[in-house]
């Protein structure tokens, strides 16, 4: 069983332009997490989405950052116009319904220049 | 909503000595407190968890303790060796709602040869 997949695994982009990082859960995982992580910080949360629906994004700055989660395919993070405020690691987490344990990807760590 | 504190940022032992790392949180519904180990440039990876109905887990060389009357939880490395050296996160969590871990900052472990 394949671990979370995250891609890429570096992402540079320049100011104002799109960002899109994408997560494959563990199979058989169908509850799906986001969290950032800056320099020497810890992981804050931004979103967790079950297959087709998003269940709690109160962790989400109210622009130009969306997530989904589509019936088929990886779930996910849009960031829009970026700025340099936006480089961190980015990982997600995947659990499977009715466990606690939440298993991380490698990240995504975007350098907005 | 939770807020969870880790205490010390740094800490250096002796190869073999023990170390311990403190978190306490604010919410009493808590009740989910997992650790995590990530090395630098890597996954975070899940090493030990406690629920709180229990007051101590151990696994080989690690074990947690909480104290849900004081809200803080430790862990405790024995016998620690250089590939102990890492960052380390606590976490605390409503089970079984899906609900996002809230993070604590992170200690940095170094383990002297």
């Known amino acids: 069983n394949a671990g979370v997949m995250q891609n890429p695994r570096h992402l540079v982009r320049r100011r104002g332009q799109e960002a899109r990082l994408r997560c494959s859960p563990m199979k058989g995982h169908s509850h799906v997490y986001w969290y950032r992580q800056l320099p020497e910080e810890g992981l804050k949360f931004m979103v967790y989405?079950?297959?087709?629906?998003?269940?709690?994004e109160s962790g989400m700055p109210k622009e130009r950052f969306s997530a989904e989660f589509p019936k088929e395919g990886p779930s996910i993070l849009r960031i829009q116009q970026v700025v340099r405020g936006d480089s961190a690691a980015y990982f997600c987490?995947?659990?499977?319904?009715?466990?606690?344990?939440?298993?991380f990807g490698p990240g995504t760590r975007l350098t907005v220049l | 909503g939770e807020n969870v504190e880790q205490h010390p940022s740094t800490l250096s032992v002796q190869e073999g000595d023990s170390a311990v790392i403190k978190c306490t949180y604010s919410?009493?519904?808590?009740?989910?407190f997992p650790w995590y180990k990530q090395e630098l440039g890597k996954r975070p990876q899940l090493i030990i968890d406690?629920?709180?109905?229990?007051g101590e887990k151990k696994d080989q060389r690690i074990a947690v303790t909480l104290n849900k009357t004081a809200k803080h939880f430790s862990l405790h490395i024995t016998e620690t060796q250089p590939e102990d050296s890492a960052v380390y996160f606590c976490?605390?969590?409503?089970?079984?709602?899906?609900?996002?871990?809230?993070f604590g900052t992170g200690t940095s472990l170094t383990v002297i040869p």
């Open positions: 406690i629920r709180s109905n229990v």
């Open positions: 976490a605390a969590s409503i089970a079984n709602t899906g609900n996002q871990f809230y």
């Open positions: 919410d009493s519904a808590s009740n989910y």
């Open positions: 987490a995947s659990s499977p319904p009715g466990s606690d344990t939440q298993y």
């Open positions: 989405l079950q297959k087709e629906n998003i269940i709690d």
